[in-house]
């Protein structure tokens, strides 16, 4: 009797600590940018702050980042060891890959509601209903973007599925700003159901927002013409330190040589230290929003 109880306790702890090491695995994962909870209008309506990873690109993106980090720590130390172990920072790449996916989704999202305003503001003026018009927009939005799993086009259908139920057009409307997580679309919800609920002139709001929030999208994508060709610079600037080392290396191994032993390493590590200081204040200088 004794020994079955000992025999449940020890099992039972065996399980908690494999739970615990477990979840200690699937924090760290989900940390590095992969999650394998099921998302998107499939199961749950989209949240646009959050991006699922598949697989592949967690594989291929970690692999990548390990490979471009292990060819960098071999240029500065020469040495297979330290490259091997440095380079599973590299892993973290499927993280930064993931913010940029985010980035870029919601950058499409910004350019897709713009149109959309567009061609509700024409629907509106034409005499349409505001309803009418939300419906008549998803044509519009299918003649643009004739893919099927364009984001502004899918919520769009969202709207008009629940305004086929009877539920308010204002409520549908806030519901996606609140997933959207963009300021545009924030303020057109809030300023949209004030003017519904007053009575304002629809038409003439509709404009005003379509024209401000054009204009501002606007202002942001001459900004990021601007800063395009400053970025390929910086990322020019922070490989060519590799290709000198990896240059003198091959051309002048004797000249090179003391940098690999004693103070040589120190000067590396500093030399390192100093370069990833600079990449990241370059990095937060070209991260400019409006």
Partial sequence: MNRTLGTGVKATKQQKRKTGQSAKVK?????????????????????????????RQFVLSAAAGWCIVFAAIYLI?????????????????????????????????????????????????AGRSVENAFVATIDDLK????????????EFMIVKHRLDHSEPLE???????ERAHIDDITQFAEVFAVCKRSGGDLVEVMKRTSQTIGEKLEVQQ?????????????????????????????????????????AGYVLLTAGMAVLGLCFWFIHKMMDIRV
């Fill in 27 to 55: 924090a760290g994962l989900a940390w590095m940018g992969y999650s394998d909870a099921a998302g998107g209008i499939g199961t749950a309506l989209q949240d646009y702050d959050e991006y699922r990873l598949t697989i």
């Fill in 77 to 125: 130390y020469h040495s297979i060891f330290v490259s091997i172990v440095l380079g599973c920072i590299g892993c973290c790449a499927p993280r930064l890959y993931k913010a940029s996916l985010l980035r870029r989704r919601k950058e499409r999202l910004k350019l897709q509601f713009k149109e959309a305003l567009y061609s509700l503001t024409s629907s509106l003026a």
């Fill in 143 to 154: 003649l643009l973007y004739p893919d099927p799993r364009t984001e502004l086009l899918r």
């Fill in 171 to 177: 409520h549908a409307l806030r519901q996606f700003a």
């Fill in 222 to 262: 001459e900004i990021a013409v601007m800063v395009a060709q400053k970025r390929f610079e910086a990322r020019i600037m922070m490989v060519v330190p590799f290709v000198f080392l990896g240059f003198l290396s091959a051309a002048a191994p004797d000249y090179m040589a003391p940098l690999y032993g004693g």
